[in-house]
């Protein structure tokens, strides 16, 4: 006897995909709700950046945290670690967790805990996404405000409501669907250069974004709908190199701050002191966080904050064998010793 959803699996040898059900973005929003009180910090957590955005409040902001998701057990102790570091800095610094489920390849490889979560090649999305959701609302819960990278809209339905700030990264900035999906996302976002290090196609992607559009999408029932989008103008750009060039020296970061004018942008770069600046070497992290801090210090105020990738354990690890607690299987991280000792180090120098 099939089960209902043995009975929907379509396996073909046409192009057309095996289809398998899922639930709606509502039953799942149902089943891991988020409370009145968290939902309260959350929209709190939001206007706290648009006001760093709008240089309202001169905090810097720090976005950290593992490359991609792959363990819950290590990536809640690294949230409590980094709770508990918040609770201390908080004056100088406004500190929100990478909680990263979805992975942009450069070819093929890990797609992210809601693509693969068993990272078996088995596709399972529909424990993926129940799992990113669980491990987003209890880090939500430790009164973490949380970024992720949007990369199928579909997706965002799910979680989108556990999100403080989202990224979107350099191999999807000059995609239409993102700049409309960031159009009716309902928190700030930081949209990278891209890969071949031009920041061009991000700031027009924020100029995009703060219109409105009319483009096709699902509702929470999962209902294929019109959306008619109301436009998102909390948005910046978040330099990342490209193509072996750094842009996080002061005279990069002026070039990008005059074009965001030009295009009638906030003029306020977020640094990713990883990927193309980095060199892919994460230790470069440090250095170049401290440089960048300087600049701040020195008088730049369209320096908004810094995004660092940091983990329990330093380093990265091929998937296979016995995994390093705490270890990236993605990009290579700073480890949490460095990390904490990084934050408290920024906070003094600010
Ligand atoms: O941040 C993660 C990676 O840089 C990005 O997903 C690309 O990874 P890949 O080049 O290993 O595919
Ligand atoms: C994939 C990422 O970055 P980028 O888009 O800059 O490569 C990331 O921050 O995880």
Redesign the pocket.
Known sequence: MKTNAEKNTKTTTSNDPAVRPLSTPRQLKAEMAVSEELAVQIEQQRQQIRDLLEGNDQRLLIVTGP??IHDEEAVLDYGRRLAGLNEQLKDKLLIVM?A?VE??RTSVGWKGLAYDPARNGKGDMAEGIRRSRAVMLKLANMGLPLAT?ALNPLVMRYLDDLISWT?I????SESQTHREMVSHLPMPVGI?NS?DGSASNAINAMISARHSHHTLGVDVDGQMAMLDTPGNADTHL?L?GGHGLTNYDAESIAAALAELEQGGCHARVMV?C???NACKDHARQIPIAHEVVAQRVAGNQGILGL?L?SFITAGRQNDSGELQYGQSI??ACIGWDESERLLRDIHAQL
Not at 169 to 172: C, D, E, L, N, P
């Open positions: 490359c991609s990478r990263y992975k942009p990278e990224a990264g350099a191999r999807t990278k890969t978040v990342r990713d990883s990927h193309a995004m990738e993605t990009d």
